[in-house]
């Protein structure tokens, strides 16, 4: 009998064969553009997350990765054009997930880019710094001479202009909703995300950068219950989670949350991608560097 871990491997070539072969020219679809894990000789795998993704004629570039040539020679390679675009959505403000930003504006700078309502890219500095007050003090020891503002944008190495801030769920086309999310414990709560929902015939398309914030409550927001989950894609950030923990969160995922599908990247984890496969089988998408996913209509 093969080994487990054989096995494991041989589901995940089949299932990238497959799709390579008869699901890849759907005219929706999600291509991995940067990924640290892949078949491909020709792409450059590095570590970070971008992916284009096309839907009922739209064409929506999902993070840019983690180093802005290693991006460039990726998209040249796959003939990717990024002066078509309707938009681009940031999930978060980390460097594996924006330096591709700089490759992106010098061919198409005036793209409008989605992107957590985040200091990082220009929105409010938080006023929690300036609630410990002390009235006591002479006005030239205080925060703004002990006046401070309302509100005080946050410097950002992005211009303004092209950057559109999401604090809440919001509609940014039919069909296509990015929601916002923070970590309700310490670790990256100071770390807004953006999430991206398909609307689809089968079920939402559900894509995501890091889940700093924790899988459930990504899918919590988008309200996977009611509107069921049929494509799961992205980094689940397990790579330092326990194995009894990522094996619960499977199981949340698979049972309690009724996730169709799956398709892990990036930050999931090596143990997190296994865990994944034994218990998704035949519902486990590969999804490595330069895969080309179907995605329903």
């Known amino acids: 009998m093969q080994p487990a871990t054989t096995r494991l491997a041989l589901m995940a070539l089949t299932g990238f064969a497959s799709l390579a072969a008869g699901l890849a020219q759907s005219p929706n679809r999600l291509t991995v553009l940067v990924d640290a894990f892949g078949q491909s000789p020709t792409l450059k795998q590095d570590w970070g997350f971008s992916a284009l993704i096309e839907h009922r004629g739209k064409r929506i570039l999902f993070d840019t990765g983690n180093n802005a040539e290693s991006f460039a020679h990726n998209v040249k390679a796959l003939n990717i054009d990024l002066t078509r675009l309707d ?17 992106l504006f010098r061919l198409n700078p ?36 002990g006046a401070v503002p309302q509100a005080l944008p946050h410097g950002s190495p ?9 604090d809440t769920l919001t509609e940014v086309a039919p069909g296509v909703t990015l929601v916002r999310n923070l970590s309700q414990t310490r670790l990256f709560g100071e770390t807004p995300e953006l999430s991206l929902s398909l609307r689809t015939d089968r079920g939402q398309v559900l894509v995501v950068g ?26 689940l950030h397990w790579v330092q989670t326990p194995e009894p923990e990522i094996d ?6 698979r049972d309690d949350w009724r996730v169709a599908r799956v398709a892990p990247g990036h930050c999931t984890g090596e143990a997190g ?6 218990a998704f089988g035949p519902r486990y998408d590969y999804a490595g560097l330069g895969t080309v996913l179907a995605l329903p209509d």
Not at 248 to 253: E, F, G, N, T, Y
Not at 273 to 278: G, S
């Open 210 to 235: 890091c889940s700093h914030p924790g899988i459930e409550p990504i899918l919590a927001s988008v309200s996977a219950r009611r509107k069921p989950v049929h494509l799961l894609v992205g980094g």
């Open 110 to 145: 005036t793209v409008r880019v989605y992107v957590p309502n985040d200091e990082y890219f220009g929105g409010p500095t938080p006023m929690g710094f300036f609630r410990q007050k002390v009235p006591s003090l002479p006005p030239h020891m205080r925060y703004f001479n």
């Open 158 to 166: 992005w211009k303004e202009g092209k950057l559109t801030r999401i």
């Open 87 to 103: 938009f681009v959505v940031i999930s978060h403000r980390h460097g594996d997930h924006t330096d591709g930003l700089r490759y």
């Open 248 to 253: 619960r969160l499977v199981a949340a995922l």
């Open 273 to 278: 991608f296994a865990a994944l496969l034994r």
